[in-house]
Nanobody, 129 residues
Framework: QVHLVESGGGSVQPGGSLRLSCVAS????????MGWFRQAPGKEREGVSC????????YYRSSVQGRFTISKDNARRTVYLQMDNLKPLDTAVYYC??????????????????????WGQGTQVTVSS
């Protein structure tokens, strides 16, 4: 079983930056594809980015492309989401996610909840002036 713990959320002004971290623990925490999702008030959870553990492939939803960067440190079992040039529309609870063993991050089509086996507890990101 995998356990995920996020950190790094907070409040910033538009144009600011935050870096989210997600530490995975458990017997297979280093070997799964990982992703970040977010959920704004009154909206459905949406995929933000994912990283393929085997190929290193990385994918982003179009609205964050060029502003967010996902990375992974297998030795530390940690996934990061660097968020730059933040906008008010980025305000949401951000969730770290581990894909199920038979689901993979292989494109933007992978950024949906059905392939996710484990969720973190979420961390709030608020972008406001």
């Amino acid at each position: 079983q995998v356990h995920l713990v996020e950190s790094g959320g907070g409040s910033v002004q538009p144009g600011g930056s935050l870096r989210l971290s997600c530490v995975a623990s458990g017997s297979i925490g280093s070997f799964m594809d990982m992703g970040w999702f977010r959920q704004a008030p009154g909206k459905e959870r949406e995929g933000v980015s994912c990283i393929n553990n085997e190929s290193g492939g990385i994918y982003y939803r179009s609205s964050v492309q060029g502003r967010f960067t996902i990375s992974k440190d297998n030795a530390r079992r940690t996934v990061y989401l660097q968020m730059d040039n933040l906008k008010p529309l980025d305000t949401a609870v951000y969730y770290c996610a581990a894909f199920l063993p038979d689901y993979y991050c292989r494109g933007t089509g992978s950024l949906n909840s059905r392939g996710i086996g484990t969720w973190g507890q979420g961390t709030q990101v608020t972008v406001s002036s």
